[in-house]
């Protein structure tokens, strides 16, 4: 049975749950996974969501800073969650669907504006994060599963509007892009998005400091889709909803979608 799963940095479940619901209503992914949702579990507005089908959730929370969701039409039940570098923080969750497909979402840390582990713990958080997702890939390869969620790295040049400019830039240096391939290597995971979507620049993130961020349209794909080699050819249909970076009080993030024949 196909299903289509969505991935969206929401940026407060509270203050955009009408985002979500529109969301829901209007393109109803058989499941959505949402990162920053900046709010303890039992604080999440999930009967909103439970009332549009929405009725099986798996989730980790914190006051007002991370904090990851998984909502889904299909039955599901809690697969766990790590606690990366050993920070408390909500970035991991994980889910298992009936038949077997484990899905796990990430919050994968921003890493400040200084690029250089030295100067800036926040860049040193995310290396070491991104080496523990490597080294757990490794230890325990992973089949039969489906990774998405805001990555905050752009790894290829047509990922980003400007691959010469943004290269001393927190979200596609080359150091970031290393790290992030090693991890995706030691699990063997296929990039969904752009297995789809092979040439061609795509985006799913454009910054609120734009005047007019469609017009400047300086994106850069932070969200992705990925699948282990053993189901990635079932998946197709990858898109990007950028219509919803236009909505009222919007996330800079736009979901990011792709369907899965399973």
């Known amino acids: 049975m196909p299903f289509t799963i969505a991935t969206w940095n929401i940026n407060s479940v509270r203050l955009r749950a009408g985002l979500v619901e529109r969301l829901l209503s209007e393109e109803a992914p058989d499941i959505l996974c949402l990162q920053e949702c900046k709010a303890p579990v039992d604080k999440m507005p999930m009967e909103r969501f439970a009332a549009l089908g929405y009725r099986h959730v798996v989730a980790r929370g914190q006051k007002g800073y991370n904090g990851v969701a998984i909502l889904s039409k299909l039955p599901l039940e809690d697969a766990g969650h790590r606690d990366f570098v050993g920070k408390g923080d909500a970035r991991h969750v994980a889910a298992r669907l009936e038949n077997g497909v484990v899905i796990h979402n990430y919050y994968i840390p921003a890493g400040g504006d200084v690029p250089d582990r030295d100067e800036?713990?926040?860049?040193?958080?995310?290396?070491?994060?991104?080496?523990e997702m490597r080294d757990w890939f490794t230890r325990e390869r992973p089949e039969k599963a489906i990774l998405l969620g805001d990555l905050n790295i752009a790894p290829r040049e047509d990922d980003v509007w400007s691959h010469k400019a943004l290269l001393k830039v927190v979200s596609h240096t080359p150091v970031e892009v290393e790290h992030l391939g090693a991890a995706q290597d030691a699990g063997r995971w296929v990039d969904v998005t752009r297995?789809?979507?092979p040439e061609g620049l795509v985006y799913s993130w454009w910054s609120y400091r734009?005047?007019?961020?469609?017009?400047?349209?300086?994106?850069?794909?932070?969200?992705?889709?990925?699948?282990?080699?053993?189901?990635?050819?079932?998946?197709?249909?990858?898109r990007v909803l950028k219509v919803a970076r236009g909505w009222e009080q919007p996330s800079d993030h736009a979901p990011v979608f792709a369907t899965f024949d399973l």
């Open 195 to 197: 297995q789809d979507i």
């Open 210 to 238: 734009a005047k007019d961020w469609e017009a400047a349209d300086k994106g850069r794909r932070l969200d992705h889709v990925w699948a282990t080699s053993d189901i990635a050819g079932a998946a197709h249909g990858s």
């Open 120 to 131: 800036n713990d926040k860049f040193a958080h995310k290396l070491d994060f991104l080496t």
